[in-house]
Nanobody, 120 residues
Framework: HVQLTESEGGLVQPGGSLILSCEAY????????MGWYRQAPGKERELVAMTAGSSIDYADSVKGRFTISRDSARNTVTLRMNSLKPDDTAVYYC???????????????WGQGTLVTVSS
């Protein structure tokens, strides 16, 4: 059994910054990938940033503004968000693709979601 615990989002003014963190704990043997998705009101969930091994991918809309980092020893992932825009307003979800110590070996897990609101 694996769970993801996300830090709280919040209200940020346009141009401001916010850091989201996520920790995975449970029956983890290895972390295949870990990252963040978001879902804005009335829109589909979309990838924000993802780390898998040595590769990192960002949505075009956040490149140059957001930075994702991962601590493999602690099974945590951090998303640093700078120059926030109103369009970044969404519920942000942590995601992990995990190799478990128990069956089923491969497991995809989602966090509960945290709201980030960018508004003046």
């Amino acid at each position: 059994h694996v769970q993801l615990t996300e830090s709280e989002g919040g209200l940020v003014q346009p141009g401001g910054s916010l850091i989201l963190s996520c920790e995975a704990y449970g029956t983890i043997l290895a972390m295949n990938a870990m990252g963040w998705y978001r879902q804005a009101p009335g829109k589909e969930r979309e990838l924000v940033a993802m780390t898998a091994g040595s590769s990192i991918d960002y949505a075009d809309s956040v490149k140059g503004r957001f930075t994702i980092s991962r601590d493999s020893a602690r099974n945590t992932v951090t998303l640093r968000m700078n120059s926030l825009k109103p369009d970044d307003t969404a519920v942000y979800y942590c995601y992990a693709d995990i190799l478990q110590t128990t069956l089923p070996r491969n497991l995809e897990v989602w966090g509960q979601g945290t709201l980030v609101t960018v508004s003046s």
